[in-house]
């Protein structure tokens, strides 16, 4: 690599010699579809805009400067192969079924080995491995009677075994703008402008079509056979879950995330354990997407307001500050779902009716809700769950009236 700065706002001499870069999304095979090239010891040889790790590339950058990281390193992917396989499924051949994400990410040093053996610098943008995990709630479950160890998915001990798979998003810009019925040269203009001129390729090469943002991606938790999966006859049991770490990790008790979480496990396993596959997603989408500033000033908000922390007030709270309600997108979401050749949700542990109504606009049917079990709901959290159910969610009981919406549930700060 050369020491000059080299703008990547227009194509260069080199990269107008290189047609054969060029990526022909959602194509029938990877060999036409062609490999994601947005590593950056190659550069003539990029065809997407962005870099690998999403917003980790920023600490790649400290990493260079401060001299702890030679900027020409090639990773060495001995022994990182997928610990099991997924995919290729029909729906990786549609392009519109997936587009926030690559769907041969975890195959690409395989797939394009020959590209690669040509000195080309291809990354996986997905990685699956396999664990064991272990929480106390699954203890509980078991000592209730609600779960019982096989020795095989679920342990003695609480331990439960599981594939899981990391996913960095990988956008096919057009697709994307499809998605959402809005205009692709839109999408690219705001995209620039959001991130203060951050990738100026969105604006000045539309002969690139895909872009790595540097956002947060998702991890898959998979109990029982993922090989299963994309089968007709294979039953499925599933949680969709958007990160909340003060809740999911700390166990703060002003929402149900965690409850929920655990919850949806817990129907994960019983799936599993009767044959089908339990699926977690887990999202990197701290504060329905809007960040953990956001969310705590709303908290603040919330607890501060004349009347005191009630559902009726809750939404409204979140708009005076973000604007919006929400930034999660759900329209995203179900790509994963296309990635694994899932066609049926026989369980979905989840009461969002934005996340169903997501589901069924990409054809993928959900036969049964899982409402959270009303003793699992935190009393701080009786506010959002109020708003939620107020607001549309699906849930199993009478509909909460006006007069219980008005009434004060959560807790006051300080308190
Ligand atoms: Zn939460």
Not at 233 to 258: K, L, M, P
Request: hydrophobic content about 40%; glycine content about 8%.
């Amino acid at each position: 690599m050369s020491d000059h700065i080299v703008l990547t706002s227009h194509h260069s001499q080199s990269s107008k010699e290189q047609p054969s870069n060029e990526i022909h999304w959602g194509a029938e095979s990877p060999e036409i579809r062609g490999p994601i090239i947005a590593s950056l010891t190659t550069p003539q040889h990029r065809n997407a805009i962005g870099t690998h790790s999403g917003a980790y590339a920023i600490y790649r950058a400290l990493a260079v400067a401060s001299g702890t990281l030679d900027r020409d390193h090639r990773p060495d992917f001995t022994n990182t192969a997928p610990a099991e396989l997924i995919g290729p499924h029909p729906q990786w051949g549609d392009p519109d079924k997936i587009v926030s994400f690559d769907p041969y990410g975890h195959m690409a040093p395989a797939v394009f080995a020959k590209q690669s053996a040509a000195g080309i610098d291809i990354r996986p943008s997905i990685a699956v491995t396999k664990a064991h995990i272990n929480m106390p709630e699954l203890k509980e479950a078991m000592s209730a009677g609600r779960l019982k160890p096989d020795g095989e998915i679920l342990f003695e001990n609480g331990d439960v075994r599981v594939t899981k798979a990391a996913i960095d998003p990988v956008w096919y810009l057009p697709g994307l703008a499809k998605r959402f019925n809005i205009n692709e040269s839109a999408l690219r203009r705001h995209l620039f402008e959001q991130t203060g001129g951050m990738f100026p390729e969105l604006v000045t090469r539309f002969d690139l079509k895909v872009f790595l943002p540097p956002i947060g991606g998702m991890t898959l938790y998979c109990f029982g056979e993922i090989s299963a999966l994309g089968k007709e006859v294979t039953r499925v049991a599933c949680r969709v879950h958007d990160e909340c770490n003060g809740s999911d990790v700390f166990g703060s008790d002003i929402c149900t995330c965690r409850p929920y979480l655990a919850h949806g496990i817990e129907v994960c396993i019983e799936m599993a354990q009767q044959g089908g596959v339990g699926l977690v997603v887990y999202n990197r989408k701290e504060g329905r997407a809007l960040g953990e500033v956001t969310k705590f000033l709303v908290y603040n908000a919330r607890k501060r307001q004349v009347g005191g922390d009630r559902a009726e007030t809750y939404f409204a709270r979140t708009e005076c500050v973000a604007g919006v309600q929400d930034m999660r997108f759900q329209e995203l979401m179900p790509d994963v779902f296309h990635w694994l050749g899932i066609k049926r949700i026989d369980r979905w542990a989840s009461m969002s009716n934005m996340k169903h109504g997501a589901l069924t606009a990409q054809g993928i049917e959900v036969v049964e809700r899982v409402p959270i079990p009303d003793e699992l709901i935190p009393a701080d959290a009786r506010v959002e769950m109020d708003a939620k159910v107020a607001a549309g969610y699906f849930a199993a009981g009478a509909p909460v009236s006006i007069e219980e919406l008005a009434m004060a549930k959560g807790r006051e700060l300080g308190v």
